[in-house]
């Protein structure tokens, strides 16, 4: 497993711009597929985006596709996560995940073994 630390979160106004980053600690995080997930109040968690190994795939939500983009530098061992035109909608605790299985099959929630402690992102209207 590695260990994950999230910052970037805050208060932003709608339409407007956040980039979240995750630090993560380990020699082996370039083999591991990294994703973003959101809970909102009274919600399930929801996958946001998912990026592989070597950042040549990404898979984005319906809801942020166009909007947001998430990329990871192995040689930092780092992702990231850039929200832009933000919706209220987009309110939630963003957490971010390392799978240590393949892009394909880094989907879902129980497919993740490590996580980060979350981010808390608020867009007013």
């Known amino acids: 497993q590695v260990q994950l630390v999230e910052s970037g979160g805050g208060l932003v106004q709608a339409g407007g711009s956040l980039r979240l980053s995750c630090a993560a600690s380990?020699?082996?995080?370039?083999?591991?597929?990294m994703g973003w997930f959101r809970q909102a109040p009274g919600k399930e968690r929801e996958l946001v985006a998912v990026?592989?190994?070597?950042?040549?795939?990404?898979y984005y939500a319906d809801s942020v596709k166009g909007r947001f983009t998430i990329s990871r530098d192995n040689a930092k061992n780092t992702v990231y996560l850039q929200m832009n035109s933000l919706k209220p909608e987009d309110t939630a605790v963003y957490y971010c995940?390392?799978?240590?299985?393949?892009?394909?099959?880094?989907?879902?929630?129980?497919?993740?073994?490590?996580w980060g402690q979350g981010t808390q992102v608020t867009v007013s209207s």
């Open positions: 995940a390392a799978s240590p299985r393949t892009y394909s099959g880094s989907f879902y929630v129980n497919d993740y073994n490590s």
């Open positions: 380990g020699r082996t995080f370039s083999s591991y597929t």
């Open positions: 990026i592989n190994w070597t950042g040549d795939k990404t």
